[in-house]
């Protein structure tokens, strides 16, 4: 058995290119950075980033194109793919690997929970204006299992 699956959690570092194919299919092209984090033998923190390249078909694509731009979070399920051309220039044969995306996702938005960020900043500066902050009080009885309903 053979596989070949990738997923990518990252930060887009350039905004979305859509495009279309001659059969009117669009296709969004996009790069994704994701980093790692380790010790080497020293002891020392490193820290490395990699940039993947996507690309993306149909619905999806005029969706990333639409609502994603740089430095936004994204989800990316996929394949990967290695294609080639000559280049018209010099004569000689390029390669390019990409991921193929099958499933795409999108990340938090930046200042807050989901709604727009003018809205967010407004609800917060009240909040610390009034010095009230919302908070989940929770029962101080345990919680029997049975009387969950699934």
Known sequence: MYLNKVI????????????????????????????RVWKDKNGSRQ???DY????????QAENVAQ????????LVEG??????????????????????????QFGPKGGGGGGSA??????KGKQEESGEVDSIEYPEEDINPEDIPF
């Open 67 to 74: 609502y994603m731009k740089k430095g936004n979070s994204m």
């Open 118 to 123: 003018g809205a967010s900043q407004g609800a």
């Open 8 to 35: 990518l959690i990252g930060n887009l570092t350039r905004d979305p290119e859509l495009r279309s194919l001659p059969s009117g299919i669009k296709v969004c092209s996009f790069s994704i950075a994701t980093n």
């Open 52 to 59: 993947h390249n996507v690309v993306v078909f149909g619905r």
């Open 47 to 49: 820290e490395a980033a």
């Open 79 to 104: 394949r990967m793919q290695t294609r080639s051309w000559e280049d018209k220039q010099s004569g000689e044969k390029k390669y390019r690997t990409e991921v193929i995306a099958d499933r795409t």
